[in-house]
């Protein structure tokens, strides 16, 4: 008498079945459920896989007979074997010829990633980098064997498996603890000590260092990823993962960059802003870009103009982003111009404009007074809404940046 049936209804099959009944039905119904030939029945499959997982076992089936699944409280799953795997090693293979089956093979080890800090410059003009790594490899002497051939053997305590089972009764509880096995440290082979390979003494792979040539092409962003394929870790039976690099790239002192395009502030003088000339910026390149501010053209705090094609070289592409400058006038000192010349200016600029006071309103006269770097600070927090915040009253309404 069974605590209970679900796992035999699962497979369609009586408690009383044998275990070639059992094998008979599991055939059946992978085949049938499987995702390759219906791909809605994932599920179901899953389910088909798990019980028989543990009804094949002799002593995973008797315990499930005794106690139920709850009796399994720590092996009840599929025991570190995917559903998929399962079929795999049931039917020896491929028997769709395509899917998901296609693709087992070798396991893939792990990627390593590496962060690579590089320059706007180097982004800019393109470079080539070394970077140096220390990784496993299977060792040459012995070819990942770990000693001489046909003196690695099976562990004869795990029968292979690299892992012990242990039995404990908790109660009317059976729980089921794996363990690596300690005959073999988790290995699954033994070698005589006089056998292993001197090579890497018995490890089956060595240290070495690898140099890596980066090649940083033009126009790459940052978190942008080049990728070595297969030039992680070795380990024998595993497909060695790859090396990712990925991009960092560096703030810049006179740059901002922002995809394809570049960010400029340009400080010119006040008879520039006003009345023409040039400027110049120092390229990524080391060049030096003249630029024309033609005469008569006023050049505002602040204005924003550009300059096609000087930006960042588009990646794997021929054209170039945009260059945008923005201006920062440099007033003159106080108190650097005499009255004569006030004359002059006032003859030659723009006459100032008369002020909007309506003709019954109060006046009063007041005087500017200069602010020391300290008071500055102070009233700009103000200003800017800061105090409102120390006092409760929330932040104040900012422009979202576009």
């Given at each position: 008498m069974v605590k209970t049936t679900k796992l035999y209804d699962i497979l369609e099959v009586p408690p009383s079945a044998s275990d070639a009944e059992i094998k008979k039905a599991y055939r059946k119904l992978a085949l049938k459920y499987h995702p390759d030939k219906n791909p809605d029945t994932g599920d179901k499959f899953k389910e088909i896989g798990h019980a028989f997982e543990i009804l094949s076992d002799r002593d995973k089936r008797e315990i499930y007979d005794q106690y139920g699944e709850e009796g399994l409280s720590n092996d009840g799953g599929m025991g570190g074997m995917s559903a998929e795997d399962l079929f795999s090693s049931f039917f020896?293979?491929?028997?769709?010829?395509?899917?998901?089956?296609?693709?087992?093979?070798?396991?893939?080890?792990?990627?390593?990633?590496?962060?690579?800090?590089?320059?706007?410059?180097?982004?800019y003009s393109g470079k080539t980098s070394k970077l140096s790594l220390n990784k496993n490899v299977i060792c040459s002497k012995c070819e990942g064997r770990g000693g001489k051939e046909g003196s690695v053997k099976k562990c004869s305590s795990c029968d292979g498996t690299g892992v012990k089972v242990i039995m404990r009764t908790l109660g009317p509880m059976v729980q089921q603890i794996q363990q690596p096995c300690s005959s073999c440290g988790g290995e699954g082979e033994v070698i005589r000590e006089k056998d292993k390979c001197k090579g890497c003494q018995g490890k089956k792979i060595i240290n070495e260092r690898k140099v890596l040539e980066v090649h940083i092409d033009k126009g790459m962003r940052n978190g942008q990823e080049i990728t070595f394929t297969g030039e992680a870790d070795q380990s024998p039976g595993i497909e060695p993962g790859d090396v990712i690099i990925q991009i960092e790239e560096k703030p810049h002192d006179r740059f901002q960059r922002r995809g394809d395009d570049l960010y400029f502030t340009a400080k010119i003088d006040l008879l520039t802003a006003l009345a023409g000339g040039q400027f110049m910026v120092k390229h990524l390149d080391e060049r030096y870009l003249v630029v024309n501010i033609e005469p008569g053209e006023v050049i505002k705090p602040g204005q924003l103009k550009s300059i096609p094609q000087h930006g960042m070289p588009s990646y794997r592409h021929h054209d170039y982003g945009t260059l945008f400058v923005q201006f920062e006038i440099e007033f003159p000192p106080s108190n650097w111009i005499d009255k004569q010349t006030i004359l002059t200016l006032e003859n030659i600029l723009p006459q100032r404009p008369v002020l909007p006071i309506p003709p019954e309103a109060v006046t009063e006269e007041v005087e500017l007074m200069a602010m020391n770097d300290e008071q500055q600070r102070s009233a700009s927090t103000h200003m800017n809404g800061a105090e409102d915040e120390e006092e409760g009253h929330g932040p104040s309404v900012q422009c979202a940046q576009q």
């Open positions: 020896g293979g491929n028997v769709f010829g395509g899917g998901r089956s296609a693709r087992q093979g070798p396991r893939k080890g792990k990627n390593l990633k590496h962060v690579l800090k590089v320059s706007l410059e180097d982004l």
